[in-house]
């Protein structure tokens, strides 16, 4: 999310990101900066993690008070990164339109390619309506009921991660596309190649790449002919009337984008929020008890949750000041959400989830020009897919200690390579 960039802008009301000053507020008792260490961590980025579901100590101690904005290494490519982890250093990046992912995005003159991003924003969003999200309702209902049909029909302990929250997503947003079911099984795949970190061999990336973009311009092609009812019909129609007309190409790299955008991240979300929940008991319950509070639970499990990976970059295409400091131009930096939304400054008890917190202005789909454009659709599915399970395995239970859970690593995000389950 945040960054993916899947989900909706139609009803921007309800966070107004691009207003919305942040209210910090003062850290309570032990949970405070001050017990952090006063020194800022250093070496290679991202960190490391003690347990599955806690967030690196590090974080605590780059938020600080007096601790810079650290240059780390980033531990892929072993290239210099300055790590933001504050809520207010993170929102105002976030916010800034300026600034490209990386120097192969920036304009000729060096500068930022914020309006050509804001023209593919303003064209999806057009599409992408509240309207179209409450009509495939029904659809995800469906999709998500199908899912859990097979796990209670297949043996237990279940695998939560490849039963559900992974093809769940892809799934719809496949029924978004207009995709047929009957390649609702290769879709996921192509996508689990391309945006599953290294899990593929690059022979096997190199190839699913081909034969996505082969079948997307393929499919752009029948819904030119025979348009129907979803996204990507209304995305010919919208720029089949544009002003220079954009190509073929634009409409295959759009599909491809809310694919990536649309699957990796909600289906971490879905795999990561289940074990946060059932780690304790009274979590679930509480919503077994309690269904209207499924959509601030949603809320502060996106704000809680503890994604590990690289982070946002961005790439300064002129000086920045931010933190107190001038950030030179030239330099990436990486915005790392998770930490910003555990900030003692913005969150009274921040590593306390607390179900019905509110108000809950949580950067987990980002700001500003940099929001995710499909938030809805994926508030959707988070409702959708928590509703679901409540619903039909109300017994679900982690089957192995949630310290046994293995870390995945992706491409946005990351999540468990397995979740495996018992009800």
Not at 197 to 209: C, L
Not at 285 to 300: F, K, N, T, Y
Not at 311 to 318: A, I, K, N, Q
Request: aromatic content about 6%; glycine content about 8%.
């Amino acid at each position: 999310m945040g960054e993916a960039e899947v989900a909706d802008e139609t009803k921007p009301e309800r966070m107004e990101p691009e207003r919305m000053e942040p209210e910090l507020v003062e850290p309570e008792g032990p949970e405070g900066p001050e017990r952090a260490e006063a020194r800022c961590p250093l070496g290679d980025f991202p960190f490391a993690t003690e347990h599955p579901l806690e967030p690196p100590k590090e974080w605590a101690a780059l938020r600080a008070d007096g601790c810079p904005i650290p240059e780390l290494t980033l531990r892929s490519t072993g290239a210099p990164v300055r790590v933001l982890t504050r809520y207010e250093d993170v929102h105002a990046m976030l916010s800034d339109p300026r600034f490209p992912r990386d120097a192969s995005e920036a304009g000729p003159d060096g500068t930022g390619t914020g309006e050509r991003h804001q023209r593919w924003r303003r064209l999806v969003g057009q599409a992408l309506t509240a309207r179209r999200v409450g009509a495939l309702r029904p659809r995800i209902v469906a999709i998500g009921h199908a899912l859990v049909d097979a796990m209670e029909a297949g043996p237990l302990p279940a695998d939560l991660w490849a039963g559900f929250a992974y093809p769940f997503p892809a799934r719809v947003v496949g029924a978004l596309l207009g995709v047929p079911e009957a390649d609702w099984d290769r879709f996921t795949y192509w996508s689990g190649a391309l945006f599953s970190g290294d899990r593929y061999g690059e022979r096997e990336t190199r190839t699913a790449r081909e034969e996505l973009l082969a079948y997307l311009g393929e499919h752009v092609a029948r819904k030119r002919s025979a348009p129907g009812d979803d996204l990507l019909s209304k995305l010919i129609e919208i720029t089949d009337t544009a002003d220079p007309r954009p190509p073929e190409a634009v409409l295959v790299q759009i599909a491809q984008g809310l694919m990536h955008a649309g699957h990796e991240t909600t289906s971490s979300v879905i795999g990561k929020l289940v074990p946060v929940l059932l780690d304790d008991r009274s979590r679930w319950q509480r919503l077994l008890d309690d269904r209207s509070l499924i959509r601030p639970a949603v809320e502060e499990l996106l704000r809680f949750d503890v994604n590990r990976g690289a982070g946002m970059p961005r790439y300064l295409t002129e000086d920045l000041e931010l933190g107190g400091e001038v950030l030179p131009k030239g330099s990436t930096t990486v915005s790392v959400v998770a930490s910003a939304n555990r900030d003692e400054r913005m969150f009274p008890r921040p590593d306390h989830l607390d179900l019905t917190r509110t108000p809950n202005r949580h950067l987990a789909f980002g700001a500003g020009a940099h929001s995710c454009i499909g938030q809805a659709l994926a508030r959707t599915e988070l409702h959708v897919a928590l509703d679901i399970l409540l619903d039909r395995l109300p017994g679900l239970a982690l089957a192995v200690p949630s310290s046994e859970l293995a870390r995945r690593a992706g491409v946005l995000t990351d999540s468990f390579e397995r979740v495996p389950v018992v009800w």
